[in-house]
């Protein structure tokens, strides 16, 4: 089999490979535990840093992400998390 020159076809072809790989059990076993290791990070940032008017660090759950400027909030972090957003992106946010 001869390799792929055009990009564009290149590129699609990654994506069907990883389409596949996600449809198959070991594959959603996988994504499972990446997502699951990315929002226990979130849960423990959340834990760390508490509530910044309370000081409350008991459960993540009761903790939210908030800015002191909302017109600066570009979205959600935990929305954000379970759609793969970058993590650098989830970071800054």
């Known amino acids: 089999m001869s390799p792929i020159v055009d990009p564009?076809?290149?590129r699609e072809s990654g994506r069907n490979a990883a389409r596949r790989y996600a449809a198959t059990?070991?594959?959603r076993e996988k994504i499972r535990q990446?997502?699951?290791r990315r929002i226990?990070?979130?849960q423990?940032?959340?834990i760390e840093c508490g509530c910044i008017d309370c000081g409350y660090r008991e459960h993540p759950a009761?903790?939210?992400f908030d800015h002191r400027d909302p017109d600066t909030k570009q979205f959600q972090v935990m929305k954000a998390i379970a759609a793969g957003r970058?993590?650098?992106d989830v970071m800054a946010e």
């Open 8 to 10: 564009e076809r290149r």
């Open 25 to 27: 059990p070991h594959g």
């Open 34 to 36: 990446y997502r699951r």
């Open 40 to 42: 226990e990070a979130v």
């Open 44 to 46: 423990a940032i959340k």
């Open 62 to 64: 009761a903790l939210h």
């Open 86 to 88: 970058a993590w650098d």
